[in-house]
């Protein structure tokens, strides 16, 4: 595992990774897009997913259907869409040259858990619990990851001189995706004890069984 970091650490990183800032339209569609997922989560946590229809997440986030539908085009992926994927893609860029590959998206890894627990830990555990109890959810999911991981390969793919579709850039992108998700899963089921550092130990745990090999 790599040392641990500082918070002040921690947040002057973000804060130098931080994309460019966006336009005026492109903020009141994040904050739009926020809205309506902040009040889905809402009713999802007061009522249960099943009994939570669009048409009131709309008319709670003060917005028509088919707005949300614009930003969400199916229940799921209020739950399932973020805007993570580019932050995380970014951070596997920014490993040094010489990394390992492995190590390289162990610590892309890390990076982004810990900006999107920060970001909002609360709503970060709830998606999680969603995520594992409803199978809709876990359903969707499959496709999700594979955007996920096809950022990976690409951003993998660079610094191996391998094609993006290659085996075992497929191999490692999707057993390290599938860790990760075991871990958080484990560390909702646990009650989520400890701290962010607490976290990524478990998370360096379930990456470390792929990086030795599958051994038990």
Same mark, same amino acid.
């Given at each position: @595992? ?12 973000? #804060? ?38 669009? #048409? ?13 539908? $614009? ?60 995520? $594992? ?7 969707? @999911? ?18 191996? +001189? ?11 992108? +999707?057993? @390290?995706? +599938?860790?990760?998700?075991?871990? @958080? ?19 360096? $745990?379930?990456? +470390? ?8």
């Amino acid at each position: @595992m790599a040392p641990a970091r500082t918070d002040a650490a921690d947040d002057a990183a973000a #804060d130098t990774d931080l994309p460019p800032k966006p336009s005026l339209r492109e903020r009141k569609k994040l904050q739009t897009r926020q809205a309506v997922r902040r009040t889905a989560y809402r009713l999802f946590e007061e009522q249960g997913y099943d009994a939570t229809p669009v #048409d009131q997440i709309a008319a709670e986030a003060e917005v028509s259907p088919s707005t949300v539908f $614009r930003y969400f085009p199916t229940k799921e992926d209020i739950v399932l869409t973020d805007e993570y994927d580019p932050l995380l893609e970014k951070a596997l860029r920014e490993r040094p040259a010489g990394e390992p590959p492995v190590a390289a998206l162990r610590e892309a890894l890390y990076t982004s858990i810990t900006r999107i627990y920060r970001a909002d830990a609360a709503e970060t555990l709830q998606r999680i619990r969603l995520i $594992r109890d409803v199978p809709a959810l876990r359903g969707r @999911m499959s496709e999700n990851s594979a955007e996920t991981a096809w950022l990976l390969r690409r951003a993998l793919a660079e610094r191996t +001189g391998r094609s993006p579709d290659d085996l075992e850039l497929r191999i490692v992108t +999707g057993a @390290m995706l +599938g860790a990760l998700t075991e871990a @958080m899963y484990a560390w909702v089921d646990t009650g989520m004890p400890g701290t962010l550092e607490d976290l990524r130990a478990l998370v360096t $745990r379930a990456l +470390g069984v792929l990086e030795r090999g599958l051994t038990l």
